[in-house]
């Protein structure tokens, strides 16, 4: 544990090196808030901190820079509580009071917004569809082997899937399917299982694999990814932005990192800390979107390990709360 003063300089190290990027010196630490000490009383505990793994000096002349457990402390031990400025919460809130669009595009609006507050990539994962029930579902024939269901669900999520007709179908038999599935899903879940027979066993070879096409794509989980646009002035490194926007495209990697960051009691994952390692230049901080007691999904962003963690943990706060309540109130 780091004593009061070595705390005071490194906090203050951080929150420097946050708002410059350029790393920090000793001079200008002795005059910073809540350290009140001599440049060279700094320079020792500086030496010291770098020593134990929380700076490091990129230069032999230069000032330090924070390490991912400089970073880790500072996050640990925030004093005082995380609060986003009142210009942002009020952006927050008009946006949820005004969304009126189907789940997806206000989850993907949802994932802009984050971005646009934060300046980093956004990550938002929606409720799986297979909790939801059906409203309407439609067959209809693209060609005289295939054709593409479309099932509107309670949640406001749209699944369309192209399945292959079992036989060239006359529009009478695919508008029969249509009918017989709408009289057997609508207002229940969609799952697995026998359904009964039509009386026609070409319908409801039909109805099957509509349904089971329905089945496969209601456990996916909706992702969206906003601010990839900034990802390029986040770092320095060509390899280390494109190394990101290729990890940022594979949704079955990102969902899979938000949960084990929340799985393991975390909001902050810092460098390699998340264990993804195209993206140990990164640091994610995420939040569960709650309904009822129960985790429907996630919010977090991703940024440089220089990111400005207060900001990031008040947004991501904010919006999973106010997502949250949209969700609960069949918002969507």
Known sequence: MLDDRKTAIL????REYISTALPVGSTHIANA????VSSATVRNEMAVLEQEGYLAQPHTSAGRIPTDKGYRFFVDHITEPSHLDDTARQQVGEFFDATHVR?????HQTSNLLAQITSHAS???????????VRSVHI????????????????GTVENQTVELPAELSELRVSA??????????????????IPSSGDAEVDELCVAAQQALVGASHREPVFVGGTSVVAR???????????????????VMVSLVRDVLSRGLSVAIGA?????????????????????????????????????????????????????????GGG
Do not use: W
């Open 234 to 252: 986040s770092f320095d490194a060509v390899e280390t932005v494109r190394s990101v926007l290729q990890t940022l495209e594979q949704q079955y």
């Open 273 to 329: 800390e998340h264990g993804v390692e195209p993206l140990a230049a990164c640091s994610v901080v995420v939040a569960p979107v709650v309904v009822d007691g129960e985790h429907v999904g996630t919010v977090g962003v991703l940024g440089p390990t220089r990111m400005n963690y207060p900001q990031a943990l008040a947004t991501v706060e904010v919006v999973s709360d106010r997502l949250g309540k949209h969700l609960g109130e």
């Open 33 to 36: 808030p809540g350290v009140g």
């Open 140 to 155: 209809v024939g693209l060609s005289s082997r295939a054709a593409v269901v479309v099932a509107v669900l309670s949640n």
């Open 123 to 133: 990550l938002v994962v929606g409720p799986p569809a297979d909790r939801a029930t």
């Open 11 to 14: 906090r203050a190290i951080v």
């Open 103 to 107: 789940l997806e595009e206000m989850l």
């Open 177 to 194: 399917a249509t009918a017989h599935l709408q009289r057997v899903f609508a207002g229940r879940v969609i799952e697995s299982g026998p």
